[in-house]
């Protein structure tokens, strides 16, 4: 859908970029790094997908760790399967760590975003920033993460 007076998307990645800016400002990551490097490099590694991809990527944990809403995306002209994906992309409090992979990989956008999340937080260049214990704890985590998305990604996969 385009808009009638600029001829742009009525929503364009640009727009998901400033979401996520505006939602993540302020935020650091474990590092101390501002926290919206890592929906950009995330959105960067899905490039080859294309848009909705791209959006669901750098929107990827507003959901999830800021007070921006399915509701509000929606209302901003977000594409429901770019709103469905980061919808599935967001864990829940107190959630498994087996539904929130389920429900990714459950989603053909959410598990593409998934597989370059998992990547970009095991990256030496995110760990390294952190100490020992903490990378030891992380590098498990995200193990068992990619061990339970390609599970359920195997299940949920067309035979």
Known sequence: MENQTSGRPA????????????????QLDKGGKPYI????????????E?????????LHDVIED???????LRLAGC???????????????????????????ADPIALVVKRADIADNR???R???LDEATQTRLRAKY???????ERYAEEYAPH
Do not use: C, N, Y
Not at 66 to 72: E, Q, R
Not at 79 to 105: C, F, G, I, Q, Y
């Open 37 to 48: 490097a890592h929906p950009l490099r995330v959105m960067r590694a899905v490039e080859a």
């Open 79 to 105: 594409p429901d399967p770019v709103v469905a994906a980061v919808v599935a992309l967001s864990k829940l409090p107190r959630e498994p760590l087996e539904a929130s992979m389920a429900r990714a990989a």
């Open 66 to 72: 800021t007070d921006v809403t399915a509701a509000d």
């Open 50 to 58: 294309g848009e909705w991809h791209q959006m669901a990527a750098v």
């Open 143 to 149: 193990a068992r993460s990619v061990t339970l998305l």
């Open 123 to 125: 990256s030496e260049a």
């Open 11 to 26: 929503f364009a990645l640009d727009d998901a970029v400033a979401i996520a800016r505006r939602a993540h400002e302020g």
């Open 127 to 129: 760990l390294g920033q």
